[in-house]
C-alpha cells in the first residue's frame, strides 16, 4: 500500500542524513541530546490509577522502572515494557503515552524499564537487566499489586529484542513462565543478513540502514557476540517452548521481514503466533509516535485483546 499520509508527515518533517557525513559515527551523547530535542511529551495523556517511579534490584544496581497501575484492586497481571532507540538511546519519557494507554486498555500494571544503555553498558547488560525486572516481579509482584502468575513482556524495537530475548531467557533458565511476548517491530537479525525490506527502505522511511548499522556499533562487545541468540534471537536453533506471540510490524521498516520471519520460525516450532503487518507505517508507530498516527490506536486496542485472552488463560 502507499506511504500512510500520516507517516508522510513525520517523514517530511525529519532531518535528511547528511551525504557529506557518510561513514562518520555520531558519539552516543550527541544521539541522546538530538533525540531528545526531536520528541516532545504528549498534553493530553491517557489517565491511569497511578504512576509510580521505583528501582528493582539489578545484576549490576538499582533498576529504574516506572509503574503504571490501573484502576482498582489488585492483584493485577503485569506487562514489562521494554522502550526502542537501538540499546542507546531512549527514556521511560518516550514511551508514556503508549504505556498508559495499555494499561487502562488491559486492565494490567504495566511495568516500563529503563535499562541500561550502551555502549558504556555493552551486551548483555541491556539483556540481564529485562530479564532481572522479570525474575525480581515472578518472586516480589505483590509488592506491587501484581500477580506474579500472570506475566506477559513487551516492547519496540530493541525493546522488542528484549522482549524476544527475555522470552528465550525464561525458557532456558527455568524463569518465570510467561503468558505473551509482544514483539513490535522487533531487532532479531542483522542489517547485513540480507533481508529485502533492508533494501526496500534503507533510507527514508524514518529508520534507516546506515542507523541500525550505528547501533551495531554500540551494543555488541565484539563480533562473537552478534552470534548469540540473546543478542539476536533469530540465531536460536530452537524456539520451541517460548511463550505465545503477538508481532507487529510496520510496512515501511527495515525491520518488517525479520519479524516476519521470526513469526514464521515460532509457529514452525508450534508456538502459537499472531502476525500484524500494518499497511502503510514505518518504524516507532506503536509507541513513540502514537498521538501522531491514528492507526497506533488500533494496534494498542489489538496488544490489549491479546494481552487480556493471555492473562484470562487458567
Known amino acids: 500500500m502507499p506511504l500512510d499520509p500520516e507517516a508522510r508527515r513525520i517523514i517530511d518533517r525529519t532531518p535528511a542524513e547528511d551525504p557529506n557525513q557518510a561513514g562518520q559515527m555520531p558519539d552516543a551523547a550527541t544521539m541522546r541530546e538530538q533525540f531528545r530535542l526531536m520528541w516532545t511529551m504528549p498534553d493530553d495523556l491517557p489517565p ?20 503504571y497501575t490501573p484502576e482498582g484492586q489488585g492483584p493485577f497481571p503485569v506487562f514489562v515494557w ?9 527514556t521511560l519519557d518516550e514511551n ?31 539483556a540481564d537487566d529485562a ?37 528465550l531467557k525464561a525458557r532456558d533458565l527455568g524463569g518465570p513462565e510467561l503468558r505473551l511476548q509482544v514483539l513490535v517491530a522487533p531487532i532479531l537479525g ?61 510496512e515501511y521498516d527495515v525491520l518488517r521481514d525479520e519479524g516476519e520471519e521470526y513469526a514464521r520460525r515460532l509457529g514452525e516450532a508450534g508456538v502459537k503466533t499472531d502476525l500484524a503487518v500494518y499497511d502503510g507505517m514505518i518504524h516507532g508507530f506503536f509507541a513513540l509516535l502514537p ?24
Not at 48 to 67: K, L, S
Not at 144 to 161: F, K, Q, T
Open 96 to 126: 508514556e503515552y503508549a504505556c498508559r494507554a495499555l494499561t487502562t486498555a488491559s486492565g494490567a500494571v504495566v511495568v516500563s524499564v529503563d535499562y541500561r544503555l550502551a555502549p558504556e553498558n555493552p551486551f548483555p547488560a541491556a
Open 190 to 250: 542483522h542489517p547485513d543478513d540480507g533481508r529485502r525490506s533492508y533494501e526496500e527502505y534503507s533510507e527514508g522511511y524514518f529508520l534507516s540502514k546506515s542507523g541500525m548499522e550505528w547501533f551495531f556499533t554500540t551494543y555488541p562487545s565484539d563480533a562473537r557476540d552478534l552470534d548469540d541468540p540473546y543478542l539476536l534471537p533469530l540465531r536460536a536453533e530452537n524456539l520451541a517452548g517460548l511463550a505465545r506471540a503477538l508481532i507487529i510490524e510496520a
Open 131 to 167: 530479564y532481572a525486572v522479570v525474575a525480581w516481579l515472578a518472586e516480589h509482584g505483590d509488592r506491587l499489586a501484581v500477580d506474579p502468575a500472570r506475566i506477559a513482556v513487551g516492547g519496540e524495537s530493541a525493546g522488542g529484542n528484549l522482549a524476544a530475548v527475555v522470552a
Open 48 to 67: 491511569v490509577g497511578d504512576v509510580t517511579d521505583t528501582t528493582v534490584p539489578g545484576p549490576a544496581g538499582d533498576i529504574p522502572v516506572r509503574v
Open 291 to 314: 498521538t501522531e498516527l491514528t492507526v497506533s490506536r488500533q494496534a494498542h486496542a489489538r496488544t490489549a485483546d491479546a494481552l487480556r485472552e493471555a492473562f484470562g488463560e487458567a
Open 82 to 90: 521494554y522502550h526502542g532507540g537501538g540499546w542507546t538511546i531512549g
